[in-house]
């Protein structure tokens, strides 16, 4: 069996937007992908604003950390979405985005 693609989500804290991104597609298209989210400079927590929408479409965050990307994050997703123009990313896009 195939490995479902990455699809890794980016934005400057991961603590809003990527987190949103990674969940939702989670939420809609359970077992088909492998989401995940980082940012450029990591929040402390997701936001809690954030955290309580997604519960309330059945998204589990309890073991949400905001975290840095990685080079190797960046070599190995097979999709990547900015969720913001303009970010400084620490190595290319070797994936889609």
Request: proline fraction near 9%; charge should be negative.
């Amino acid at each position: 069996m195939t490995a479902p693609p990455t699809v890794l989500f980016i934005c400057q804290h991961n603590a809003g937007r990527s987190q949103l991104g990674a969940h939702l597609l989670d939420v809609i298209a359970p077992g088909e992908f492998h989401a995940t989210s980082a940012g450029l400079k990591p929040a402390d927590e997701i936001n809690p604003v954030v955290a309580q929408s997604l519960q309330e479409v059945g998204a589990d965050t309890s073991a949400a950390r905001p975290r840095l990307v990685t080079e190797t994050d960046l070599a190995t997703a097979d999709v990547v979405v900015t969720m913001k123009p303009g970010l400084q990313l620490p190595a290319p896009i070797r994936g889609r985005h």
